[in-house]
């Protein structure tokens, strides 16, 4: 079975800019692969702090720092690993379903943006890395 790893991707938003500053644009379906059902931002996080922590059974995200810096590391349960730096607001990070994330190295002045393809529900989620690697056939 192929690893949802591999759809993983950096997105490049088109800014629009003039002397008045900077605009860019982020539609569902158009600059990202799915209808955008839920945004959502972290902040004030330190930077030692991990967030996410988990995978989602239907849930597809892009990650956007529309301000500071962070990184996410990603996981595929079968060994593989990349790690992301989100260091420009014009640019996100493509995590489709069943691909376990993790937030941290947050910049003082961080704004993690969220945008995700499904409504919240706690039931979708993973949140036990050993369970995630079991259901996606990494497990031992």
């Known amino acids: 079975m192929k690893s949802n790893i591999e759809k993983v991707k950096m997105l490049e938003f088109v800014e629009h800019g003039d002397e008045k500053g900077n605009l860019v644009v982020v ?35 892009v990650l956007i720092n529309v301000a500071g810096t962070s990184k996410v590391k990603i ?3 079968k060994g593989n690993e990349i790690i992301y730096s989100l260091n420009r607001p014009k640019t996100g990070l493509y995590i489709p379903s069943m691909v376990w994330k993790e ?26 890395y050993e369970k995630y690697m079991n259901l996606v056939g990494g497990g031992l």
Not at 50 to 56: E, L, M
Not at 107 to 120: F, G, I, N, P, W
Request: aromatic letters at 14%.
């Open 27 to 61: 539609e569902g379906n158009i600059d990202v692969p799915f209808d955008i059902k839920r945004a959502f931002y972290i902040y004030g996080s330190d930077p030692d702090i991990i967030r996410g922590q988990h995978a989602n059974k239907k849930t597809e995200f």
């Open 75 to 77: 996981k595929d349960g």
């Open 103 to 128: 937030m941290y190295d947050f910049s003082d002045d961080s704004v993690l943006l969220c945008l995700a393809s499904e409504h919240y529900d706690d039931t979708e989620y993973v949140r036990d």
